[in-house]
């Protein structure tokens, strides 16, 4: 089994910036697409951005040109950047990965535990 642990949430002012970072718990095989999910009280879980094993990326239209998804195919690491953070960006964000283990077959979806994000002042 691969656990994804997430880390970098927290409280910060409206305004500021976070950087979320997701390590892949022992070595990959494969990683198809890594991605950030984030679900408000209330609502639905969302896609916040997504970067395939193209280098091609993804970003829900709420935090384009304020967030910057990368990867690290060597650490088997994903981060998210999030700046000028406003309040409805509050939500606790999860990691999630397509890959393969060496052991696998096939392609599997993992999640995070998540981490909360808190924009307030």
């Known amino acids: 089994q691969v656990e994804l642990v997430e880390s970098g949430g927290g409280l910060v002012q409206p305004g500021g910036s976070l950087r979320l970072s997701c390590a892949a718990s022992?070595?990959?095989?494969?990683?198809?697409?890594m991605d950030w999910y984030r679900q408000a009280p209330g609502k639905q879980r969302e896609l916040v951005a997504a970067?395939?094993?193209?280098?091609?990326?993804d970003y829900a239209d709420s935090v384009k040109g304020r967030s910057t998804i990368s990867r690290d195919n060597a650490k088997n690491m994903v981060y998210l950047q999030m700046n000028n953070l406003k309040p409805e960006d509050t939500a606790v964000y999860y990691c999630?990965?397509?890959?393969?283990?060496?052991?696998?077959?096939?392609?599997?979806?993992?999640w995070g535990q998540g981490t909360q994000v808190t924009v307030s002042s």
């Open positions: 999630h990965m397509i890959l393969r283990t060496w052991s696998s077959a096939s392609y599997d979806a993992y």
């Open positions: 022992r070595s990959i095989r494969a990683i198809n697409v």
């Open positions: 970067i395939y094993s193209s280098g091609n990326t």
